[in-house]
């Protein structure tokens, strides 16, 4: 069996991802039992939504009324332990999807729980009587809020992961980098019917890991997800064996064969900003010199940081190619008889070249955001002017 990480590179809380599939919380459904029926199949589970508490369990109930399945219970945190409890040995990293009006509610909920999972503060939730209290879409309408409770998670010692819905708040992009400056590690994104599109903008206002849902129910549609920005996708009423294990071998078989499992399509043909490590010199008028524009960074500063992070590397040296180097070359799904003669000189695989491009992509990225500290985000549309 090939071992998860070197198949995918995944590490969250200091656990290996067994694989990039999360299965979404659904009021009502997802708890322990529903994860175990489907545990050879995700790699994460998000449990709950669990309200947290008076005002979030209050709206609860109200929605309860009204038809919808709910977990709610009169001691919340035991609750949220017993189930914990149930997922211990099964292989699967757990995450909580936690609605609550003020941080002090999740701090709660952390104090009695633990490091051991992933802490997701739920900013997903629609119905009126959860906003109205003061949850789900309200934190996306309230982002001072939202970042307090995200502060205080991390404060404590928490992995924290932010579920929001696109569309809602006025500049999603902005939403991305406020929840990256902040220290959150995840964003785990519901893309409505924006598609792909809004997942490529989020990707490049924010350097953490992004979950991606919405009508993933088989793998074209996970590949898609992945090549515009996901790290991992989730599913919630698709989520079925037959549906999560089809997905996963397409993944697994695209991990053994590319050496990068969700590699960006390169820029010139949409590709985020991870695209940048497949990118040639900016020499001519492309769609690089105006996307380095947009993200404010300089060609100098896009040159410099491809120099410096493939120093010492098997992408430094490249004689046949265009530039003299192999930083300089596309994709190795791309045909191209000048790369592959220095992947034969240098014994490197295609497989370890696409590796070697993610570590690129990777040093690139924090080199950008490191330097954006501060700078507006970028809109998908500033994006293609």
Request: hydrophobic share 40%.
């Amino acid at each position: 069996m090939t071992d998860s990480y070197d198949l995918y590179e995944l590490e969250i809380n200091g656990r290996t991802v067994n694989t990039p599939i999360a299965l979404a919380s659904m009021a009502g459904i997802t708890d322990a039992d529903y994860v175990l029926a489907r545990k050879d199949n995700c790699g994460i589970a998000f449990i709950g939504g669990y309200s947290t508490d008076e005002p979030t369990i209050g709206a609860g109930k109200e929605m309860e009324k009204s038809g919808r399945a709910e977990f709610l219970s009169d001691d919340p945190i035991a609750t949220i332990k017993e189930e914990v409890s149930k997922l211990k040995d099964s292989g699967v990293l757990t995450g909580l999807n936690l609605r609550g009006c003020e941080p002090q509610s999740f701090i709660n909920v952390f104090n009695a729980v633990g490091k051991d999972v992933i802490y997701e503060i739920d900013a997903h939730c629609l119905q009126p009587a959860m906003v109205g209290a003061g949850a789900g879409e309200y934190l996306l309408k309230n982002t001072e809020k939202l970042a307090g409770i995200i502060r205080a998670l991390k404060d404590a010692g928490a992995v924290v992961s932010v579920k929001i819905r696109a569309g809602v708040s006025d500049d999603d992009a902005a939403l991305a980098a406020v929840i990256d400056d902040v220290g959150a590690d995840i964003i785990h994104v519901d893309l409505m019917d924006f598609g792909t599109a809004k997942l490529k903008e989020i990707r490049n206002n924010c350097n953490i890991l992004i979950i991606a849902n919405n009508s993933i129910n088989d793998f074209e549609a996970a590949r898609d997800m992945f090549s515009h920005g996901a790290d991992i996708v989730s599913l919630g009423r698709h989520a079925d064996n037959a549906t999560l294990s089809g997905i996963r071998a397409g993944i697994e078989v695209q991990a053994k064969e590319s050496g990068w499992y969700n590699s960006p399509k390169q820029l010139c043909r949409g590709g985020d900003i991870r695209s940048l490590a497949f990118c040639c010199m900016p020499v001519k008028r492309c769609p690089l010199i105006p996307f380095l524009d947009k993200i404010g960074v300089s060609p100098k500063e896009y040159h410099d940081y491809k120099v410096e992070s493939v120093a010492g590397t098997k992408l430094s040296p490249g004689e046949s190619t265009c530039f003299g180097s192999l930083a300089w070359c596309c994709k190795s799904s791309t045909p191209c008889m000048f790369r592959d003669l220095s992947l034969k000189r240098e014994q490197l695989s295609h497989r370890e070249y696409m590796r070697s491009k993610r570590r690129l992509s990777e040093q690139i990225m924090k080199r950008i955001f490191d330097a954006r500290k501060g700078i507006p985000a970028v809109s998908e549309s500033d994006a293609e002017e």
